[in-house]
């Protein structure tokens, strides 16, 4: 039995080594922009941090403590020094360092010697911090990214404090014992601090959905399926870019073909994007019965040499409005395999293999079926970028039909092949149109895309970019930092 489960389980864990759809790969241009960035934002937050009550002991010769207590600790002024921040092979993480950072901060205090209390106010400033935190990048089980403190390292330069108020007595004689006290209270305290903003990153990126839905339709997998890569130029994640359909969950039967992508230096970031990806997609919709459509004779425009009316099809099936005269038709349109992407560089091809079911309709609303034609079509397209649109453009290779089945006979199929490619051309046109306009690429609430680039390759498309944060989003990158 248990032998057994550990059969499954490792049978598990083999196929669980599943190729990623999608990838991403930061630059140290996009890690630099990023901590910029997050610089710029940390420095806007530090005005409004109020920092823990802190408090100790200082002994009074030997013989008593003073104890102390700095309440209501705000920060007056930060002079943060635009921290260095690497790639850290090592721990497969960052490293960052910061240096000669200064802080000037007030608030409260108060002493108590036994019965003595006393109480005033303080000015701090805190000269040449330096810091060096160490972080760990990682993958949970549920496919979240997950970050981990490896090490940190913290020193104080020194520390000038001011008391004001109180009768100075009690502390007067022991300020610098305080100010010593104080530095080392300081630097022991930065480190677990690191650690908990590190701790509370963690939590947000574990409470990350992983999957989302895109439609009614179909949700998209986007957890993690292997260990985030570090080297010293890039970080690469790996994501799974499955797309399902929400109701059967079906797997595909095909999988991700393993790709790399491309590493530019002059973007801040890569997106690699296979081809499984868009056919999950279509898959998802395929099994979810979506490409399917009916015909009618009313969405036919009235121009088109062709009308779903029995006696008006002469010139395609001759026999036909001899058989069932005067009667509307329907045709039934569906995919019998599910659509297939393929990337090539610079193309984009689309395989369509379907039917088509025609039915008269009697007067009693009863359908006849009359003939079945199986469709199998080719369609290339490119893509590109223009600005922030993705603009394209398609159009047709190929389209056969071939008569599968007939109530009504035998007839040839060269002339509705001829009359379903103008039709087929007539709706490509206004493809062609919309993709001509360009679709805008997608905007985020606080950063957006800019000199974005999209390269079609065999198997995978990619994505060079470079983010803007928006300025007018409550933070701005090009500030002078107050001093
Ligand atoms: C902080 O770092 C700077 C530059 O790396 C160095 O000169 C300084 O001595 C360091 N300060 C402390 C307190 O270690
Ligand atoms: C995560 O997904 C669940 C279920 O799909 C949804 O209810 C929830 O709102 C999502 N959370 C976020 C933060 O998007
Ligand atoms: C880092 O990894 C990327 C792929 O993830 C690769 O293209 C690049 O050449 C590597 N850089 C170095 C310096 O090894
Ligand atoms: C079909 O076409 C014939 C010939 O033009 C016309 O007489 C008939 O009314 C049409 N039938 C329908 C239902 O429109
Ligand atoms: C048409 O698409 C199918 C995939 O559905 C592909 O196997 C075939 O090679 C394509 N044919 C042409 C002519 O592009
Ligand atoms: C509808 O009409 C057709 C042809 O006249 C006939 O064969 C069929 O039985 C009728 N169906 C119903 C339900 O009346
Ligand atoms: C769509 O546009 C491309 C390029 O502009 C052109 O080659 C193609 O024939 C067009 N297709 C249709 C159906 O209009």
Not at 32 to 61: C, M, N
Not at 336 to 361: K, R, W
Not at 458 to 465: C, I, Q
Request: some cysteine.
């Amino acid at each position: 039995m248990l032998l057994s489960v550990a059969a499954v389980l490792l049978l598990f864990s083999c196929t669980s080594g599943e190729n990623p759809a999608i990838q991403v790969l930061l630059t140290n241009k996009g890690l630099q922009y990023g901590k910029h960035a997050g610089t710029d934002w940390i420095q806007r937050i530090l005005e409004f941090v109020t920092l823990p009550d802190f408090s100790g002991q200082v002994p009074l010769i030997h013989l008593f403590n003073i104890d102390f207590t700095l309440t209501g600790t705000k920060i007056k002024k930060c002079d943060l020094p635009e921290p260095s921040t690497e790639f850290y092979p090592d721990s497969t993480g960052f490293k960052t360092s910061l240096s000669g950072l200064s802080v000037a901060l007030s608030g409260q205090w108060s002493t108590d010697l036994r019965a003595w209390h006393d109480s005033g106010t303080f000015d701090m400033a805190v000269f040449g911090v330096n810091v060096t935190s160490v972080v760990k990048l990682g993958k949970d089980a549920g496919g979240h990214l997950s970050v981990t403190s490896v090490s940190c390292d913290a020193q104080v330069g020194h520390v000038d404090v001011s008391f004001r108020g109180g009768t100075r007595w009690t502390f007067w004689p022991f300020v610098k014992k305080f100010r010593r006290m104080i530095r080392s209270q300081i630097e022991i305290g930065i480190c677990p601090y690191v650690k908990q903003l590190i701790g509370n990153l963690e939590q947000h990126l574990q409470a990350m959905n992983v999957s989302f839905d895109v439609d009614q339709a179909l949700t998209l997998d986007l957890a993690l399926t292997s260990l985030p890569v570090v080297n010293v130029s890039s970080l690469n994640l790996g994501l799974k870019g499955e797309f399902y359909s929400i109701k059967t969950h079906a797997e595909p039967p095909f999988e991700a073909q393993s790709f790399t992508v491309p590493e530019q230096q002059g973007y801040m970031f890569s997106l690699g994007l296979s081809d499984f990806t868009v056919n999950s997609a279509l898959y998802g919709y395929y099994s979810d019965g979506v490409f399917q459509t009916c015909i009618t004779d009313s969405m036919i425009p009235p121009g088109f040499p062709l009308h779903l009316n029995t006696s008006l099809m002469g010139p395609y099936i001759p026999q036909l409005p001899k058989m069932f005269p005067g009667l509307l038709m329907n045709l039934h349109v569906y995919a019998t395999e599910f659509p297939v992407f393929s990337f090539h560089p610079d193309a984009v091809n689309l395989g369509f293999q379907g039917a088509v079911e025609a039915f008269a309709i009697q007067p009693n609303a009863t359908r006849t079926p009359l003939f079945k034609l199986s469709v199998v079509s080719n369609f290339s397209s490119k893509v590109w970028i223009a600005g922030e649109t993705v603009k394209g453009s398609v159009s047709m290779d190929k389209l056969t039909l071939t008569l599968v089945g007939s109530d009504v006979g035998t007839f040839k199929t060269d002339a509705l092949e001829e009359v379903a490619r103008i039709g087929v051309e007539m709706v490509l046109a206004k493809v062609n149109e919309t993709l001509g306009e360009g679709i805008p690429l997608p905007r985020m609430i606080y950063a957006q895309l800019v000199n974005s680039v999209l390269k079609v390759q065999e198997g995978f498309v990619v994505l060079f970019s470079d983010v803007e944060v928006l300025t007018d989003r409550g933070f701005s990158l090009h500030t002078n930092r107050a001093v």
